[in-house]
Nanobody, 136 residues
Framework: QVQLVQSGGGSVEAGGSMTLSCEAS????????MGWFRQAPGKEREGVAS????????AYADSVKGRFTITHDNAKSTLYLQMNNLKPEDTAMYYC?????????????????????????????WGQGTQVTVSS
């Protein structure tokens, strides 16, 4: 099945930028949607952004709208998250996720838009996570 390998992350000062990547291994089932989630210590995992790979339709949480951009390169099977004007509140472990079922994609998009918490069991595939730390 699908395996997601993340890269990027690290430490940056407030106001800086950073790019995260999530590469999907070869799979027999296409990823109809993918997304980024983050979890800070003691907090629930929350949706950040999601995208439908077919048409590029994207959704963002209010907390990152206007600062983050999610994109997907179908040829490279890679998901990206461009983060600009980073703030200390963005500090968290960032995880990418993928789904191949339309109902689950609807759930992913809804959780992102509504800012609802997400469980690790909510979606089929997850990356290993990468730490993003933003200092004041």
């Amino acid at each position: 099945q699908v395996q997601l390998v993340q890269s990027g992350g690290g430490s940056v000062e407030a106001g800086g930028s950073m790019t995260l990547s999530c590469e999907a291994s070869a799979s027999t089932i296409p990823n109809y949607c993918m997304g980024w989630f983050r979890q800070a210590p003691g907090k629930e995992r929350e949706g950040v952004a999601s995208i439908y790979t077919a048409d590029g339709k994207a959704a963002y949480a209010d907390s990152v709208k206007g600062r983050f951009t999610i994109t997907h390169d179908n040829a490279k099977s890679t998901l990206y998250l461009q983060m600009n004007n980073l703030k200390p509140e963005d500090t968290a472990m960032y995880y990418c996720a993928a789904e191949s079922a339309f109902p689950e994609c609807i759930k992913m998009q809804t959780q992102v838009i509504l800012g609802a918490s997400a469980s690790a069991t909510d979606f089929s595939y997850w990356g290993q996570g990468t730490q993003v730390t933003v200092s004041s």
